[in-house]
């Protein structure tokens, strides 16, 4: 089992920044690839960023390619997802998620996700 808890998340104006936090604990951290995704009020949850296992592999969605960076320190147990140019459009929870060695963009390629944490990007 992995269990994980996002933190970071707030109220922030539109082209401001945040960085979201993922610590994980359980099974060896350095043994997943981590990704981020998010659900905004209505809609599906959607992909957006991923790390693999070492760190030295990133995708992003295209809607936040250029902003968003994901990063991964494994010493800590912790991925990171740092957010720049903040969009209203960008307003969600969003959820961390553990899985396999390899990046996944689909909900099924994870074994775990947090609770999520709610960001909220005013105009």
């Known amino acids: 089992q992995v269990q994980l808890v996002e933190s970071g998340g707030g109220l922030v104006q539109a082209g401001g920044s945040l960085r979201l936090s993922c610590a994980a604990s359980?099974?060896?951290?350095?043994?997943?690839?981590m990704g981020w995704f998010r659900q905004a009020p209505g809609n599906e949850r959607e992909f957006v960023a991923a790390?693999?296992?070492?760190?030295?592999?990133?995708y992003y969605a295209d809607s936040v390619k250029g902003r968003f960076t994901i990063s991964r320190d494994n010493a800590k147990n912790t991925v990171y997802l740092e957010m720049n140019a903040m969009k209203p459009e960008d307003t969600a929870v969003y959820y961390c998620?553990?899985?396999?060695?390899?990046?996944?963009?689909?909900?099924?390629?994870?074994?775990?996700w947090g609770q999520g944490t709610q960001v909220t990007v005013s105009s």
């Open positions: 998620y553990a899985g396999g060695p390899s990046i996944g963009t689909i909900e099924s390629e994870y074994n775990y």
């Open positions: 359980g099974r060896t951290f350095s043994n997943y690839a």
């Open positions: 790390v693999d296992w070492s760190g030295g592999s990133t």
